[in-house]
């Protein structure tokens, strides 16, 4: 009985909510699936395309009596709706021998005599011609509303034990009126903003007036953070469009004759504008592609309503589908400028028509146009310290009378939902669960501390043995003004207790300027990195030989003790000065770092003060967050960076007195359609003499994975250089080239491809005074080697194959290296 009371409840609801509901899937009379087809309520433009499978869901606020359903080379069919709601219909195309406006051949339209690409050369031609293009200044009003819910919930789902205690949660269920399946709201983030823009030298600036969230993870700079990155501005009029760090073909784009099928479907009148429909989908599986239609004005060529869905077969991973809508309104006749933004996503481990998964919704409104009002020059400099409290403050009377429109009961609910939640044991426990894994770290609230990270607990390597680790941090907030961080170590085999601690004091946000020190003793294998860095507690990957090819006994052990000071005078430009004292001796009896000193007397332990001065230059790049740390959204941004160390003899009883000048450029590089190349290039010279603890040693990587800028192929200590240039150049096709091969392309795997090289020369006076037995070898003839490999195998892996260019007849050479990796990526 309760089965049926809830049947009829939800039927009732489906009702009050939507007038019309239909879905179902179209076949031909050769019951083939018909992808693709344009189905929409008669006498209206609302509509959608079935997608690869034949499917469809389509509901809408009026009431309408007929569906239509057509597609190139069969019959138009009108269905008369009998109800409101008509679900699951089976609908038969019949085919259309007489058709000769548009010649289909399997399916793909004809570059030739197609009406709807004459039309499409409009647009291009006239798109930097429309909206706020057509102004040298511009301002308007935005409201953003980001919601995630959790979807396909069923009685099964509902039943499970884990709800057990928190069965409430399933009161705030709703119905997605683009796919009809339901779902319960779990996060909901608002924001108010106005934004400005100046197209004569491309400048735009959004300042943040209100923003408010709740719900599950609704306070974690993580969230944010992927929010910031999930949801980038996009322009459909550009030739690609980047989502999920892909870039998909646009429909407008200027290549996308060669990637979709056009058909003009049909004519309308639309707020008094004549517009053509023109319908479009992929002309290839697991490409980067939509499906969707279009209306264009007729006398503009510009956009009036646009709808995009992802193709189901396109190399993307954790996302089951993208549905996209845009609405654009009429101003002064002729300029038509963006209203509405719609996206969803379908975030899922599987692209099962059943799998459960979790939507991301991002709806974003606009209003209060105006326009050719320039500011001064100055207004649209960046802030390095933007943060404004009172946007977060809030009362709910201002979003009551400032929101674009009004929430749902359902996302309205989202504002208690975490207060009720939080009194539950069994979900706090998921929510400790679920950071855990996200941050590495175990919160401890009561102690205002995490502990961890816990995935460097256990380790090992040739000297210490098995390495056991515990840290933790001092943890308020995700916007601490200061951090304390420590660590202590123990090997089994060395019986030696390690240690390190830092401090970091954020003494002025506003140009960010912060203070730090720390001390690590510890067993490290040095030479992994080009470039110097001052993380007091950094310890490279490489120390641990838990997987790890060859032996691993070339370890330092070193006493690190620093002090610095680091500022951002302008947005994403950071100078620091740092100072540091470091003992190095060797950590095993099969390595050595003696050297001959001025007397000519060997030596083997180094002590050594060094002043460091950094340049750091990172344009482009996003951070969440206001404390002493900051999370970055993404890490495709351009990166200069220009460091001087200065070691000063005498000062502490240090040894040597020498110069350091290091240059470290890093460039992604989308190229659209064709995937992303990122290319690392890092120049140095030593000046004075050194030995081998100080000199630069080239990187190399014995382990089983791989290790940004190190060399697959080459040894640990294998070379050296006081002076080198070294290049790494990566490209990800992201799946370009094995889309187009049949049964391989099912898989959807990704191609990769690099090619690494370094030059570098040893000074007379470094050989002279090297006694570590370990012969200088320098990359005089450029050292080079290259790979290939595919990634996203189980969407969670890549293996690299790496050969060895030159320097073949070395003792124990590589010529031949096999590297993974593992990583979760869209």
Known sequence: MKKWIGLICLLFTCLIHSQT????????????????????????????????????????????????????GYKTLEIPLTQAVNLDMKVVLSFDNLLQEVKVYAGKTSKKNNPA?????????????????????????????????????????????????????????????VTGKTYLPIFINETLSEVYGDNTDGKKKEVLKANKNSGIGGSSDMVNAFIKDLYADYDIYNNYLKFFDKDFVSPLSRTGINVYNYVLADSAFIDNKWCYNIVYYPRRKNELTFKGDFWVNDSTFAIKKINLEASKSANINWVKEIYIEQEFEVVNDSVFLLKRDHMMSDFSFSKKEESKGVYGKRTSMYRNHKFDLKKPNDFYKQEVYDFDQSAYTKEDEYWDSNRFEKLNKSEKSIYGLIDTLSTIPKFKAFMDISTVLASGYYE????????????????????????????????????????????????????????????????????????HAGNRRDVEQMGVSLTATNDVLGRSFASSSLFSSGTNDKLTSINLTTVGAEFEPFKNLTLKMN?????????SNTFSLDYFDENGQIKGDIKQYETNYTVDWTPGRKTVGHGVERLEVDLNYTRLMVNLSHGMKGVFDSDFNYQKLQFYYRQPLLIGGFGRMFSTLEVGKIFGDVPLGLMGIIPGNQSWFGIENTFNNMNYYEFVADEYASLHVEHNFNGRLFSRIPYLRDLNLREIVGIK????????????????????????????????????????????????????DLPDAKKFAIKGSFGFYF
């Open 579 to 587: 100072f540091s004292y470091r003992t190095l001796k060797s950590a």
């Open 117 to 177: 690409l004459d039309i499409l050369r409009k647009i291009w031609e006239r798109r930097k011609k429309n909206g706020l293009n057509m102004f040298n200044q511009y301002q308007y009003d935005k409201y953003e509303k980001v919601e995630f819910d959790l979807n396909t919930i069923d009685s099964a789902f509902m039943k499970k034990r884990i709800f057990k205690g928190m069965e409430f949660v399933f009161d705030r269920l709703d119905t997605s009126r």
């Open 21 to 72: 509901k239909v879905s179902g899937i179209v076949k031909d009379t050769d019951n083939e699936v018909v992808s693709y087809a344009s189905v929409y309520f008669k006498n209206s433009t609302e509509g959608i395309i079935t997608d690869e499978n034949g499917k469809f869901y389509l509901e809408s606020n009026a009431k309408y009596s007929t569906l239509v359903i057509s597609f190139v």
């Open 444 to 515: 401890i609230p009561k102690w205002k501390m995490d502990f961890g990270p816990l995935f460097s607990t256990f380790g090992y390597n040739d000297v210490e043995g098995i390495r056991l680790r515990l840290g933790g941090r001092t943890y308020f907030g995700p916007n601490d003004k200061w951090r304390l961080q420590g660590y202590g170590a123990y090997g089994f085999d060395d019986n030696q207790f390690k240690y390190g601690f830092s401090a970091k004091w954020l003494v002025n946000p506003y140009k960010r300027v912060i203070i």
């Open 757 to 808: 090289g370094v030059y570098g020369t040893v000074s007379q006076g470094n050989i002279d005074m090297n006694a570590s037995g370990l012969y200088y070898r320098a990359p005089e003839d450029v050292y080079w080697e290259y790979h290939a490999g595919i990634g996203n195998i189980f969407k969670c892996f890549r293996l690299d194959f790496s050969w060895r260019g030159n320097y073949m």
